[in-house]
């Protein structure tokens, strides 16, 4: 499975409680879902756990049940729809949200269900258990929420502002889009929602990828350390072997002497190392003397 279906099992699995909450729940449900307006509300899903959640959750919030649902909900059954189209259904559900049944229905947000801070993480969860999702994090760090409702997306985007999350918008084909691409926000995001261990999922991810990129750059820089340590001891062993056909190492002093035999004796070494040799041991920058 993937870790966004995994992820809504897990806020799946939360109880179904206060009643405030079970309708900031399902408001999201609706805002976020495939078909919310005043002459049908349409849910398809593929997640048996979300599809066994939704009639409870809708009892709960709004005392009545779907017109429509699946006989079955299991594992591999494909899209299970959830409607509502009787009239007094819809007319109570938009009611209850604060709209006004006899007026033409611009879905935007009503916040004054959403004062508290427990109804607004309900609220986030439907709307990420109906149109959200969440990339594996071994690929890359995306979670996104996506709705045909163009008002309640900008006001979507100015609650999670004033929560204090940075999401940013963008329009993919006639929907709008509200994302976060930052893998310590998605955490922030994953446990707000009441998903912790995906949020530790996430983090533990994180923390190998910053192990293993740190030990790739030591590796490469250690690598092309040794590079230019090996250029250059074979641009002085170039230079040695001038010497000798000039018949010029004789004259040298002893010092610088003792030097040529330890960089032929010792090809393959650091300049440190090299220093290391020396009886007594010398500093690097010594040697860096000498050899120049």
């Known amino acids: 499975m993937s870790f966004s279906y995994d992820t809504k099992n897990e806020l799946c699995k939360l109880p179904v409680q206060k009643l405030c909450c079970a309708r900031a729940e399902a408001y999201g449900i609706l805002l976020y879902c495939n078909t919310f307006n005043s002459t049908e509300v349409r849910i398809i899903t593929e997640n048996p756990n979300f599809a066994g959640r939704l009639p409870k959750l809708f009892q709960r919030a709004f005392t009545l049940q779907f017109d429509r649902r699946p006989e079955r909900m299991e594992e591999g059954q494909g899209k299970m729809v959830f409607q509502i189209t009787e009239r007094k259904k819809l007319d109570r559900i938009i009611n209850l949200l604060g709209y006004d049944p006899l007026q033409n229905l611009v879905l935007h947000i009503n916040f004054g269900l959403l004062e508290e801070g427990c109804c607004r993480a309900a609220f986030l969860r439907g709307a990420f258990l109906a149109g959200g999702s969440v990339t594996e994090p071994r690929k890359r760090y995306h979670l996104e929420l996506v709705t045909s409702h163009a008002q309640a997306s900008r006001e979507l985007l100015a609650l999670l502002t004033d929560m204090g999350r940075r999401p940013k918008q963008t329009v993919r084909g006639g929907c709008r889009v509200t994302y976060f691409k930052s893998g310590d926000q998605i955490e922030d995001f994953l446990t707000l929602m009441g998903a912790p261990l995906s949020a530790m999922a996430l983090m533990n991810t994180r923390a190998e990828k910053e192990l293993r990129n740190g030990v790739n750059r030591r590796v490469n820089c250690e690598a092309a350390n040794l590079d230019k340590a090996v250029e250059a001891a074979q641009e002085q062993l170039e230079a040695i072997r001038r010497l000798y056909e000039l018949d010029r190492v004789g004259g040298l002093p002893a010092q610088l002497k003792e030097t040529i035999i330890l960089r032929e ?26 050899l120049r």
């Open 265 to 290: 004796t010792y090809p393959e070494l650091t300049l440190r190392e090299l220093a290391e040799e020396f009886e007594p041991p010398v500093t690097k920058s010594c040697l860096q003397h000498r």
